[in-house]
Each structure stands twice: as structure tokens, then as C-alpha cells.
């Protein structure tokens, strides 16, 4: 069966189905989906590149800022970094690597885990990691279990389902009961959950969870006048319908977004706002950094960033994400107001936005960003490596349309004004 047919299915089965929905299976349906598949989406030869593939100076730059913050957690005999949705591990492999190089102190108390849903992708960590995975250093966080697994069906958080039943113990599977169409059913959603690594025992320890362009790959809702995106099916097409705004979409555009006017569409992350809280209650002691393309509401209202559903396929923009559902990445710019909002309930503290410029700035120029050229050893070498670091640095590049939120949990937030990365921005 292609992912084509069991969409259909689905839409046979349960009636339209939600965007979000739609995106899911398209993204992480568990044999076909986009990121389940395989791990050739990234870098040159994949569909879309992350700061990772451009130079190992953004894992470095990383590992810089994370000793810093095991530092201004007292140097605690064992830390973890928890990242979440690592792809390949080309981050932690340098923020590992160069940790292990330039950090020892922090290295010896460092516990690296990483939470990847994708099983070719799970994969792939065993191998680009193979290293610290022997030494104990990383290790695979636990997912939750695939639909096959379950016997039943995997399932998306849109409105029409009534969300947590709250039968869960912590840490175990969300269930979510849900009206199909067809009478209420019972499922169980593997989002969004995230577990530490760590034994029970230690989990008390401060964590540093890590997200990079993590966001951006959850699943949205996308609302316009008519309403909020159905897809359905006729004749081998899928074919879009628009259903009334339940009371969260509605909400979430009070309270964190904007109204759509005339033909525009715009994403309601609700995913990605569970998510966040998920993430950040997994948090006793530590802190989070997210970084990721997106927005603020401000600019919402001043008119931009109003529509930014895209689908990537060998590195162009595909107009249409009914096109070849499984093969092609869908993304949404992150909705920061809203993500840092989902934080804050976990009672963290989030430190004002960054633009990815001026994090690595703060970090990279007392060294001048040593770590960038450290191996470079020709005039040609470093001119490359001049290159790539503008890339990621500059307003032109990545620097001004990436941001990073961080967000703080028992930590006095007046002493967070030391770490590097948020010492650029705070200059007069
Ligand atoms: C756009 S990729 C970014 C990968 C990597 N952070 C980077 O910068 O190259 C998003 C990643 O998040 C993973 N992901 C999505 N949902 C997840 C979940 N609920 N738990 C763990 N990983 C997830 C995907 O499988 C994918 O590897």
C-alpha cells in the first residue's frame, strides 16, 4: 500500500480528516512516512540542509555555551543533555566530540540522550555515534511505542478528539479517546511524548534539553475564513474542506496569533505548544534551548509571516503538499510567542528571544570563533570556513531568521546574564 492509499483509507474510514493529521502520516507514518523511511533527507544530496550540515562550529559554539551552563549549575558530578529530535546526530557527534577535546571536567559529568522518533533515523544515531554509544556516553532516550506495536491507531490531538483522557502514569503513552465519525473510539497517540534517558534514580540531575529545527517538523492546523483545513477524497485526489474553528484554535489565534483576512492561511501549532510543555515539565533543574526558524506575534500583526506551510523536496520549494505525500518534508515556521507561552506554564522562566546572530556572536567572539578554524591549516581552508561561518552567523544567512528561546528552571535568572550567548544581545 502507498501512503497515497492509506490516507485514503483513513479518510474513507473517519470522514476528513485535519491537516495536522495529513501531516502526520505524511512526516512520521511509521514504515512510509517522510522521516521513517530513511535518513537521506538531510544535507546536500536530501531535500533540505540544518546548521549542523553547514560546519561542526555550531555543535562546538554549542558545547561552549552547554559547559557554561554546567558551570552556572554548580558543576554538578553529572549533567545530561537531552536533545530532542536529532536527526542524524551530526550535532551531538560535534557538541560530543569537541566537549570530549576542549572540555574534559564537563565531558566526565556529561550524560548525552537523544530522543528520535524515526526508526531509520534511530538507526543512523547508532552508527554516526557508534563511539559514545559504546562508552555509555549517549544512549537513546525511550519512544513510545508505534501503532503496530500497540494494535492500535496512532492519532493526531486536533479538536475533534477530546485530548488526554489523563489515564496515563508519567512517562507512559498519552491515550487520547477521540469521535472518528464512526462512534468514540480509544487510541493511542505517540505524541507528543519525550522521555529522559536517565534511570529513575538520577533523574533529578540537571538537564540541558537541546532542540534544533525541532518545531518546525511537528504537525499544524491551518486556518483560514472558512475555517480550519479538512482534507478529503475524490476520485484519487485529495481535496480540501473547512470545518468550523474549535474553541483552542480559536484561542490559540486570541491569544498568540492572528485572524486570517481575505485568502490567507495560517498555521495553528497546537502540537508543537503540547509539545513544548512536555518538554519543558521533563525539566526539574536545568535549562532549554530551542532554536529554530520563525516569528513572533508582534510580526504577525505588523503583517509578515502570515502563511508559512512549505513543502522541501531536493532542496526546492514544492507548491503543493498533496504532492507525493511521504516523499516530500512539510514544515511550518515556529509561532516563538506561542512556544514560549507552552514554557512558561511549566513555571520556567524564558529569557527574552534571540535571533541565532546574536546566541553565537555572544558565545564565538571572545575567541574570535577559535572553534571554527581549528583545524584549518592553508589561507584556502580558511577562507571556507570564513564562508560557512558567515552563513550561520549573518542576516543574510541563518542569523536573522533563525531564534532561540531559552527558558530557565531553578536557576535565578539574574545569573543566566553571564552565559556568553545572551551577552551580545543584552549590550546597550
Ligand atoms: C527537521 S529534523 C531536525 C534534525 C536535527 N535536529 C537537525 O538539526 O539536523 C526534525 C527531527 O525531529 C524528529 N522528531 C519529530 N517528532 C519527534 C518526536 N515526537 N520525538 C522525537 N523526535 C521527533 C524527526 O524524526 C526529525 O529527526
Redesign the pocket.
Known sequence: MTLRQVIEQEIRERGPIPFSRYMELCL?HPELGY?SRHAEQ?GKAGDFY???DVHAVFGRLLARQFEEIWQLLGSPERIEVLE?????G??AQDALDWSEKKFPHFFRALCYSL????PA?RQRLQSTLRRHFASGKASLAP?SATPSETGKSTLWTGDAWKGSTGKNAPGELDTYEGTTGKGTTSVVA?????GRALAPGVRCEPVIIFA???F???PVEVVSSQGALRISAEKGHFVETWAPLSSKEMDFLDRYSVHPEGDERIEVPLIAQQ?MTRIASCMERGILVAIDYGYTRQEQLAGRHRGTLTAFRQHSVSANPYEAPGEQDITAHVNFTALAAAAEQTAVYVHPLLTQSQFLMGIGEANQFADAFEECRLPQERAKVALQLKHLVTPSGMGESFHVLLAAKGVDAKDLAGLSGLSFASRP
Not at 84 to 88: A, F
Not at 190 to 194: Q, T
Open positions: 512520521y522521516y538531510f540544518t546548521s549542523s530532542v529530535g536529532p536527526g542524524r551530526l550535532f530522543a528520535e522518533n524515526s533515523l519512544i505517540k505524541w507528543p511524548s519525550f534544533n529545527e525541532f518546525d517538523a511537528l509539545s
